[in-house]
């Protein structure tokens, strides 16, 4: 179910319905889930927050051009990434998401 409403908000909204629908799910069930459960929902959060955060400053760096360049790079590995973990999640596995930063734990 994680897995799911994570990849469907995130098709949906390019990042933040994932986030905001992860958040839902981590509070109204915290108190049922796993460890395992748990870590999956942190590692979610910390891709999106990433993601979202790398696309503002990619945005950015339009004024100076090279953001044209870093747009589209982020929002190709963003969806590679965020099919790669659904694929995992799918198979009961804690996919760690290679390149983003850790701010909940």
């Not at 509070?27 to 979610?44: A, F, H, P």
Request: aromatic content about 12%; charged content about 10%; overall charge positive.
């Amino acid at each position: 179910m994680l897995g799911i409403l994570h990849f469907i908000g995130n098709i949906l909204s390019g990042g933040t319905l994932g986030l905001v629908l992860v958040l839902i799910y981590l509070v109204v069930r915290k108190d049922t889930l796993s460890s395992e459960e748990k870590n999956t929902c942190y590692e979610i959060i910390n891709f999106n927050i990433s993601f979202i955060l790398y696309s503002c400053i990619a945005g950015i760096l339009i004024f100076v051009l090279i953001g044209f360049i870093l747009l589209p790079i982020v929002y190709i590995i963003g969806i590679i990434l965020l099919v790669i973990g659904f694929t995992k999640h799918l198979n009961g596995e804690n996919y760690r998401y290679p390149g983003i930063i850790r701010f909940v734990k």
